[in-house]
């Protein structure tokens, strides 16, 4: 069975730093690109960042690009999103999801697999 569990989230002042990782179990984490989303309480899901399975190229959107970075450890099938920087408008709960495609093409229905979540609070 295919499974995601994110972790690292957790309570950070504005300007720090948090790792995020989404660990997998049932499948190899390699053969799928794998995203990162967030919510924030009353706003929708948004995609900010992918990374493919097929050559490691990785996608961020334009709200964390030069912040957040995302990066896959084969050896440990797991997946990290390093978030420097980070803002108060940064606050919501963070998901990684697997795409069993071997490209990042957006972040639409094509990742079906979910994680539970991981809380992320920027606050002083």
């Known amino acids: 069975q295919l499974q995601l569990v994110e972790s690292g989230g957790g309570l950070v002042q504005p300007g720090g730093s948090l790792r995020l990782s989404c660990a997998a179990s049932?499948?190899?984490?390699?053969?799928?690109?794998i995203g990162w989303f967030r919510q924030a309480p009353g706003k929708e899901r948004e995609g900010i960042s992918c990374?493919?399975?097929?050559?490691?190229?990785?996608y961020s959107a334009d709200s964390v690009k030069g912040r957040f970075t995302i990066s896959r450890d084969n050896a440990k099938n797991t997946v990290y999103l390093q978030m420097n920087s980070l803002k108060p408008k940064s606050t919501a709960v963070y998901y990684c999801?697997?795409?069993?495609?071997?490209?990042?093409?957006?972040?639409?229905?094509?990742?079906?697999?979910w994680g539970q979540g991981t809380q992320v609070t920027v606050s002083t």
């Open positions: 049932g499948f190899t984490l390699d053969a799928y690109s």
């Open positions: 999801a697997a795409d069993p495609h071997n490209y990042c093409s957006g972040y639409g229905a094509t990742f079906d697999s």
């Open positions: 990374i493919s399975s097929r050559d490691g190229n990785t």
